[in-house]
């Protein structure tokens, strides 16, 4: 298991500098020139010599490998630099966003499991029966639906139509007068749609995967040996059947953390929401390097600790992988 | 009066719209204490009985029965909740492959200690250790707290067994409990298995495929051919002096140490596809013996001239 866990954790780091470097080469790749978004369209005269005491400063007259290098030893004081944009330290934006996209996904991861581990349980338990096949038609439609056109059409019938919900961002605009249970009420309000959406896309690939394993696992010799010992079916599925049939789905929750983290850059942008996902957004299009840089490095190192940890959480309760070579 | 009765037995399976029968006329009787042995080769039906006793074949396959009686309880109409007090409890039963047979992410200790909590004894760490000391599993605490893929075959199928007796079963159902392991462990397990029976004074059901394992075991035989019994009696007379011609013919492609023939003579041919019974007796294209009869009548199970003997043959008298 030590040596599992050190192999692991030095793969990792191997991946996070990957990342780090494909972020940094695609970024020189974009159109446009990274001191684009600064001076390129300034039309002052003084914007050739802000230019090139912009060029100065950031090494932007240096060979990548050079720049990447400076980056990388300036990361490891943890020092993401600064915006292009606003002159503010990268730390600081991210620090405002992270919160937020992380409130809005775990809300709707916790939602989509509460949801749809329960929805997967029936529609195997009830195999080929009407439930079943409700469940199907669902899943179906929550695969095909592109998420930015159900957000689009949620909003024009609750925010424009109905006018019960605000369309976009997190707060109303006065909401620094509010009470503070008026402003949760406020921000709970802006929460529903796109937490709700994201509910949704997410729901039917978990459901299906829950029922797919339920009914693999029913099969087994194990479950007849439950039965045969007497047990109540409710005991059967959740005791017996189940726990075994949730051993992969550790492994979907590893790998739904991008979402959870990075933040989904469209449904973002559609929402107006403050959250990572717009900032990188918003990062890429105006070329602000230092914030791209750091919001990729901060996403994947959240995103590999996350598959790490899911390694753990798998072993943890796997007696196969916990134990394995022991006894 | 006997514990468990069992009168024209038919199971079918539903496979793409058809109905294929696995077992037919079936019919046997179990006293109290008593030991029936079930022989026969794979897809002969055996398990099938096994399984069906206990209501735990798939939903593919449809039971009926004259009679299907466990202790005056019709079993194949019993409600949910009666059933359940029935399976673990008087009846327990140990599969054919220990390695698939215990749930992999529970403690041993817990996949036997639920079914004390079941069938009345409320949960007993110190009963469940006597039950591992019972079926003679080294280190009963050890045992207890490890996950099955910590234990050997033998010692998972150890599990099973206690888990089947953790009820104090009235009636024990083996199926095929040694088909999946060694074979210097077979032996143990069935000794085993002899012993508790007798120590607890338990009706057995042994299904095997293995007549030779079976000698000495159990004080009655049944041979089932194509789903049909074919011949029940005593193991030593049936072992003896085989009535039926599938019974000779099987016995006689044993290996035995006295004999010196290099080539064990096989039954020729090949058991008839379940799709496709062919009308009258199953064995009759295999059969040296077969007469006209054989080809229209289905034999039924009628008492030989040893009347604890009865065999399904029409050498020995034409069903009318």
Do not use: C
């Given at each position: 298991m030590g040596a599992y866990l050190l192999r692991r954790l030095s793969l990792t780091l191997v991946v996070l500098v990957g990342i780090t470097l494909l972020t940094s080469v695609v970024m020189r790749l974009a159109p446009g020139g990274l001191t684009g978004g600064v001076t390129d369209l300034s039309a002052r005269a003084s914007a050739h010599e802000q230019r090139k005491k912009f060029i100065a400063l950031y090494d932007l007259d240096k060979p990548w490998y050079v720049q990447y290098g400076r980056w990388l030893k300036r990361l490891s004081r943890l020092d993401f630099g600064r915006s292009f944009k606003d002159d503010r330290p990268v730390l600081e934006k991210i620090g405002e966003r992270l919160p937020n996209t992380l409130l809005l996904n775990f809300l709707s991861l916790g939602l989509v499991f509460l949801v749809a581990i329960p929805v997967g349980v029936l529609a195997a338990v009830k195999q080929n029966t009407f439930w079943d096949r409700a469940v199907s038609v669902f899943v179906f439609v929550g695969f095909s639906v592109p998420t930015f056109w159900l957000a689009l059409m949620l909003m024009i019938l609750?925010?424009?139509?109905?006018?019960?919900?605000?369309?976009?961002?997190?707060?109303?605009?006065?909401?620094?007068?509010?009470s503070f249970a008026a402003y949760g009420a406020d921000m709970g309000k802006h929460l529903i749609l796109p937490v709700l959406i994201s509910t949704f896309t997410g729901l039917a690939g978990l459901s299906r995967f829950v029922r797919n394993g339920l009914l693999e696992v029913i099969r087994q010799d194990y479950i007849r040996t439950a039965r045969a010992k007497g047990l109540p079916e409710s005991r059967v599925i959740f005791h017996h059947a189940l726990r075994n049939a949730l051993l992969p789905v550790i492994t979907i929750l590893g790998l739904s953390l991008p979402d959870l983290i990075g933040g989904g850059f469209i449904f973002e942008t559609i929402f107006a929401f403050p959250g990572m996902g717009r900032l990188g957004f918003d990062a890429i299009m105006a070329r602000d390097f230092p914030v791209v840089m750091g919001v990729g490095t901060i996403a994947a190192f959240l995103t590999l600790a996350g598959n790490f940890l899911a390694d753990l959480a798998y072993a943890a309760v796997d007696p196969r992988i916990r134990l394995s070579g022991k006894r | 009066m006997s514990l468990l009765t069992i009168e024209n037995l038919r199971v079918e399976y539903r496979r793409g719209g058809k109905r294929i029968p696995a077992v037919r006329n079936v019919s046997f009787s179990l006293a109290p204490g008593e030991s029936l042995g079930i022989a026969g080769e794979s897809g002969s039906g055996k398990s099938t009985v096994a399984l069906s006793l206990l209501r735990l074949l798939p939903e593919s396959a449809t039971v009926t029965a004259d009679t299907l009686c466990f202790e005056g309880q019709e079993i194949l109409s019993l409600a949910p909740g009666p059933l359940r007090a029935l399976r673990g409890g008087p009846v327990g039963i140990v599969f054919q492959d220990p390695f698939s047979a215990l749930?992999?992410?529970?403690?041993v200790g817990e996949q036997v200690e639920e079914v004390l909590e079941l069938h009345g004894e409320g949960r007993s760490r110190a009963r469940v250790l006597s039950l591992f000391g019972q079926v003679r599993l080294p280190d009963p605490a050890g045992v207890y707290g490890a996950y099955p893929h910590q234990l050997s075959g033998g010692q998972r199928q150890r599990a099973c067994l206690a888990i089947a007796m953790a009820g104090r079963p009235k009636l024990l159902i083996a199926d095929e409990p040694t088909t999946a392991l060694d074979v210097t462990v077979q032996r143990d397990i069935l000794n085993l298995l002899d012993d508790v029976r007798r120590e607890l004074k338990m009706a057995l059901l042994l299904v095997t495929h293995n007549v030779g394992l079976l000698s000495e075991r159990t004080d009655r035989l049944a041979i089932l051919y194509a789903g049909e019994m074919v011949e029940i009696g005593p193991t030593a007379t049936v072992l003896g002096t085989p009535s039926h011609p599938y019974t000779q013919g099987l016995l006689k492609s044993l290996p035995r140490l006295s004999h010196t023939e290099r080539r064990l003579p096989a039954l020729p041919g090949q058991p008839p596809d379940p799709r496709d019974i062919p009308v009258g007796c199953p064995f009759r294209p295999r059969c040296p013996s077969a007469f006209a009869p054989c080809a229209t009548e289905d034999p039924v199970l009628r008492p030989m001239k040893n009347p604890s003997v009865h065999a399904a043959c029409h050498l020995y008298g034409v069903t009318p």
């Open positions: 609750f925010g424009v139509n109905l006018g019960w919900l605000p369309l976009s961002g997190l707060h109303s605009l006065n909401a620094d007068e509010m | 749930n992999p992410v529970l403690t």
